[in-house]
């Protein structure tokens, strides 16, 4: 077996294991394929290199670097279970979270029942 068939199996297993975590968790995430002939010491992200084995958070996301790609996944959960036509959710990306609040009046807050991510 030849190193880019046995590559393409180990990749092909870490997707497969990836998207039944993804699954069962249910968070957003998304991965980003890696091309290590490119960039044999890491992962670039916006122009930034973080060594495989690496985590860091951007935008609210957790990211990690593996030799075969970047993976990220939501730091926050979403509130669920609230009246839409009354309320509204506001995201905080200082805080990566988010409140629930009245439309009429933004600086009263809804109920909500659960949270999602």
Known sequence: MDLISLLQKCFLGFLLAFGISVTLCDADC????????KSPNGCIQDGKLHRFGSTWIKNCYRCDCSRESIGCCSTFVRPDGFDEEKCELIFHKE?????????DDPSKTCAYTGMVG
Do not use: A, E, G, Q
């Open 95 to 103: 805080s990566c979270s988010y409140s629930v609040v009245r439309k």
């Open 30 to 37: 998304y991965v980003v394929l890696n091309d290590p002939l």
